[in-house]
């Protein structure tokens, strides 16, 4: 039997949990900056993406494209920016993050411009209903 997924505690104490997709979980970074998700393929122990099985990859590929239609619908970025690094966090997981050129990061990465900005206690849950809505076809 192969090893159960568990979500690294790094992605589990940055984030909130939107949806589950078919190959991945999509979580909300908690930087209200910018509209910023990350998508992580629901895999034990893979760490870069051609470790996936090639339908996976292609899978991983339809799930980015789906995440930025929902950014792009939801809050009209100037730019999205998708990523892979995994320096920090070894497990694979795919940044996808809504940019305008009004951040305060902007042109460079939004990550190790400053700290995080934590979503108004009072915008987090709606703000999580309507990208759970809006995954939902709603």
């Known amino acids: 039997m192969p090893d159960a997924f568990n979500l690294h ?3 589990a104490a940055d984030t909130e ?3 589950r997709l078919a190959l991945c979980r999509v979580l909300l970074m908690k930087d209200a900056r910018v ?3 990350i998508l992580v393929p629901e895999r034990a122990d893979v760490t870069e993406l051609h470790r996936l099985a090639p339908v996976e990859q292609a899978l991983l590929m339809e799930e980015i494209a789906a995440a930025s239609r929902v950014l792009e619908r939801l809050y009209r970025p100037d ?3 998708v990523g892979a690094l995994g320096n920090q966090v070894p ?3 795919v940044h996808v993050i809504g940019r305008y050129r009004s951040d305060a990061a902007w042109p460079g990465p ?3 411009s400053g700290p995080a900005v934590p979503y108004a206690e009072d915008a987090l849950q709606p ?3 309507r990208l759970r809505a809006a995954f939902a076809g709603g």
Request: aromatic share 10%; proline share 14%.
């Open 17 to 19: 949990p939107v949806t």
């Open 110 to 112: 939004i990550w190790g």
């Open 35 to 37: 509209p910023w998700l």
């Open 79 to 81: 730019k999205l920016n």
């Open 91 to 93: 497990q694979l997981h």
């Open 127 to 129: 703000e999580l209903e």
């Open 9 to 11: 505690p790094r992605l």
